[in-house]
């Protein structure tokens, strides 16, 4: 039995499919078919498969931030208090729990090094920046500290992985 997340080989078609709805997840099937020299229903069963093996996760919308009034983005490198009085209460475990419910918070990464994690944060301006640090990230008992950087200018930003 395969594991969902061992990778599955994929084939010259495959790539092409993946590719095709990285660029846009509403193309038909006919489109496909066309991209990839299939017929629709050989399409189909490609992109089922692939969906079932879990390489196609979901679909979703992209949401420029900004259209939406998020125009401050910061990477915020977060640090845990290492040592507990309570045994059974976990620094990190609290953290990974509290981080889910905090909407500004849209990819938390664990990382090697000096710091614990790093927060990528969506925020309107620098004002609901400073009440999310004061009243959320610092007010929580598991962090000791944090480092922020803001982002000046987006040179890159893709959803798409290579295939």
């Known amino acids: 039995m395969r594991r969902m997340d061992a990778p ?5 078609i495959d790539r092409r499919l993946l590719r095709a709805l990285q660029q846009d997840g509403r193309v038909t099937y006919d489109a496909l078919a066309g991209e990839a020299g299939l017929s629709s229903s050989a399409v189909l ?10 390489v196609i996760a979901r679909y ?19 640090r845990l208090e290492k040592q507990t009085d309570n045994p059974l ?15 500004e918070v849209v990819e938390c990464a664990a990382l ?8 990528r944060v969506l925020v309107q301006d620098m004002q ?4 999310f640090i004061s009243d959320t990230l610092l007010m929580h ?3 000791q500290d944090c480092k922020t ?15």
């Open 149 to 163: 950087s803001f982002v000046l200018e987006r040179l890159k930003n893709t959803t798409a992985v290579p295939v």
């Open 89 to 103: 209460r976990n620094p990190r475990d609290l953290f990974r729990a509290a981080v889910q419910t905090w909407p």
């Open 45 to 54: 069963r490609r992109v089922r498969r692939l969906e079932d093996a879990g």
């Open 60 to 78: 979703v919308a992209l949401v420029p931030p900004e259209r939406i009034g998020l125009g401050l983005t910061a990477y915020i490198n977060v």
């Open 8 to 12: 599955i080989e994929l084939d010259a």
């Open 141 to 143: 008992p598991s962090v």
């Open 112 to 119: 090697t090094g000096e710091m614990d994690y790093l927060l």
């Open 128 to 131: 609901h920046y400073a009440r």
